[in-house]
């Protein structure tokens, strides 16, 4: 028997205790063991709850019971969640996590710790709820090389430009009726302004790298800026946008970065609409690879969750390997990243000769229902020239980056 403790009670550590109850048998098979929860560490009392008396406020009980092998962490948030996973792990405790803050922010420590005493920290759901993404790039894609990684990564914002786009709606009036719904949350600044899929990208990059990319040196952009007359244009040009995270690998380094992005209805990422997730990596051997799927929600996040315990409880006493050095790397700086922008300009302020002096030969889109306003997309031009060009004139009302 593995005896489980489930550190935060709340939709994801809930979800860890109904899986492994729903899925009892089979997960006892594959694990080789039963696995039980004996505490259940929260704050609030649970009455009625199945898991009532297994309860504690106290995270010394978790940590001074021999028993428990395992911890999942599904508190959210750096702290106490930090201080409980270091504790637990050195104590021996192998430890579960879902938490995206915690990870990109202290990851590798916390995975050094775990070698160091013989068990693991995982961290499957940590990056795209349920879809296996860390797993393979550990375990299954052990012969390659894996040189970019690009995704949707965050379901909030890709659910509310999905429905932009159906509905031809502006963003304002989307988010609120995401938040009516209960898939945005109140607060929703981590997802709209990309700070979620930043977190994401960092932990997907550090492990491409085996080093540490920090979030806080991601250039990151958010979809608050996007507008239904950006949509308009997006379909002039057989286009959509996407909220994505790119990672890759260039002879100047880790170009890294998270922002809206022009893709062609063509793009295997096209696709991936609501609160889904994908990431698509490339790798040398290989080539190209997708992984898609619930990238949130109750059961498919716990459901990664579950798969990390049944990993620890396969390798009791041992340390699954996961190459992530506590060395840092600086992303590549993105001024030199050259690729196409769409501008969205008002027809007043910038005409389109003035356009071609700053941008180069241009490819002008004139949708029949926009009459203020003109698109056109320049040819490719470093980040830096692009902004510098933008910087010498007014009537720029949007731009979004191209890609292919
Ligand atoms: N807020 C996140 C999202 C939840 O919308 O994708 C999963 O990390």
């Keep these: 028997m593995v005896y489980a403790a489930i550190l935060g009670y709340g939709t994801v550590g809930s979800g860890v205790a109904a899986v492994l109850e729903e899925n009892k048998e089979m997960i006892a098979q594959k694990a080789g063991t039963q696995i039980s929860v004996k505490y259940i560490l929260d704050l609030r009392e649970f009455p009625g709850d199945p898991n009532a008396d297994k309860v504690v406020h106290d995270f010394e009980v978790i940590l001074k019971d021999k028993d428990i092998s395992v911890v999942c962490e599904t508190m959210g948030g ?23 803050e915690l990870v990109a922010a202290h990851g590798p420590e916390l995975l050094r710790l775990a ?7 995982l961290f499957e759901a940590s990056v795209g709820g349920g879809i296996p993404i860390i797993r393979p790039m550990n375990y299954s894609l052990t012969a390659e090389k894996i040189d970019g990684i690009m995704g949707i990564l965050n379901g909030t914002t890709n659910y509310i430009l999905t429905k932009m786009e159906q509905e031809g709606a502006d963003f304002e009036s989307v988010l609120k009726e995401a938040q009516e719904k209960g898939y945005a949350e109140k607060n929703p600044e981590a997802d709209i302004e990309g700070y979620d899929a930043c977190r994401k990208i960092a932990i997907l990059s550090s492990l491409m790298l085996s080093k540490t990319i920090h979030y806080e040196d991601i250039y990151t952009e958010g979809i608050t800026g996007i507008t239904a007359a950006d949509f308009c244009y997006a379909k002039a040009m057989s286009r959509t946008i996407k909220l994505l995270a790119v990672s890759r690998l260039t002879e100047a380094g880790c170009h890294v970065m998270v922002a809206p992005f022009l893709i062609p209805d063509i793009h295997p990422l096209r696709g991936v609409g609501g609160v889904f997730n994908a990431v698509f990596v490339h790798s040398n051997m290989l080539g190209d690879s997708m992984y898609y799927g619930q990238g949130a929600g109750k059961l498919p996040t716990a459901s990664a969750v579950v798969s990390d315990i049944v990993d620890c409880a396969r390798h009791l006493g041992k340390t699954v390997m996961c190459l992530w050095d506590e060395e840092d ?9 050259e690729r196409r922008f769409f501008v969205r300009a008002d027809r007043e302020k910038l005409c389109e000769e003035r356009a071609r002096e700053l941008f180069g030969e241009i490819e002008t889109i004139r949708p029949a229902e926009r009459l203020t306003d003109y698109g056109f997309v320049t040819p490719p031009i470093r980040e830096a020239d692009f902004e510098a060009a933008a910087g010498r004139t007014a009537g720029i009302l949007s731009r979004i980056r191209l890609e292919d």
């Design 115 to 121: 070698r160091e005493n013989n068990c693991n920290y």
């Design 329 to 337: 790397v600086k992303p590549a700086p993105y001024g030199d990243i």
């Design 78 to 100: 750096t702290e106490p969640a930090y201080t409980f996973s270091k504790k637990a792990l050195l104590a021996g405790k192998s430890v579960c996590t879902s938490n995206k």
